[in-house]
């Protein structure tokens, strides 16, 4: 019986999490933004992950409440943790943007966060980590092209370029003129004002 009574405290808990989520939602759609607030801050500090990543952007764009982009990222985390993909990709990018260049243990972790995004099919966190690898220190070109082609796959037309510009220069991939044409063209297409630079030259 006390076995039963945790299950139904925890499906109760559960349902009142998400109704308040929603009905933030709902509130910000309306144009309510402090009452959106409120209903995701009490469905975060139950735990749903969810509402924990749009307390996370309420804080971020100052929406219901003050700007805090260190709250923001406090939240972030703690749906991240939860295996929130779009949190996990904001709260890495908050480590790699706002962590003291001594601190490699954040880069680590920003990297790990950013690699659970990418593969959960976050475009922006495939996008952010080509560019991340080809750019380093040491660049791990490959890798990049890796995150980089499943970006362009998703229709980033940003990483297409990056793609064409790989395929033009030889990084991670042997040098191809004609492969990095057909990228510069799928990204122009798109409206990439770099592809069409790379065209024309």
């Not at 703690?78 to 908050?94: F, I, N, T």
């Not at 490699?104 to 080509?130: C, H, N, P, S």
């Not at 890796?146 to 990084?171: F, I, P, T």
């Amino acid at each position: 019986l006390e076995e039963a009574a945790f299950q139904l405290q925890q499906i109760f808990r559960i349902d009142i999490s998400i109704a308040l989520n929603i009905l933030g939602i709902e509130s910000m759609r309306a144009g309510h933004s402090r009452i959106a607030y409120t209903c995701f801050k009490l469905a975060a500090d139950r735990g749903y992950s969810k509402a924990q990543f749009n307390v996370g952007l309420c804080y971020e764009h100052g929406r219901g409440t003050e700007k805090d982009l260190e709250k923001a990222a406090f939240y972030y985390y703690r749906a991240a943790s939860s295996c929130h993909p779009m949190a996990q990709y904001r709260y890495a990018r908050y480590l790699l943007r706002h962590r003291p260049e001594s601190e490699w243990d954040r880069q680590e972790k920003a990297v790990t966060f950013l690699e659970q995004a990418a593969m959960a099919g976050i475009t922006e966190a495939q996008a952010y980590l080509g560019v991340f690898y080809m750019r380093g220190l040491q660049p791990k070109e490959k890798r990049g092209l890796k995150y980089l082609l499943l970006a362009a796959k998703n229709g980033d037309a940003q990483s297409r370029y990056h793609v064409g510009v790989c395929y033009e220069k030889g990084l991670g991939v042997q040098q191809d003129l004609a492969e990095a044409m057909r990228h510069y063209r799928q990204s122009a297409a798109a409206g990439n004002r770099n592809s069409r630079e790379r065209l024309r030259v």
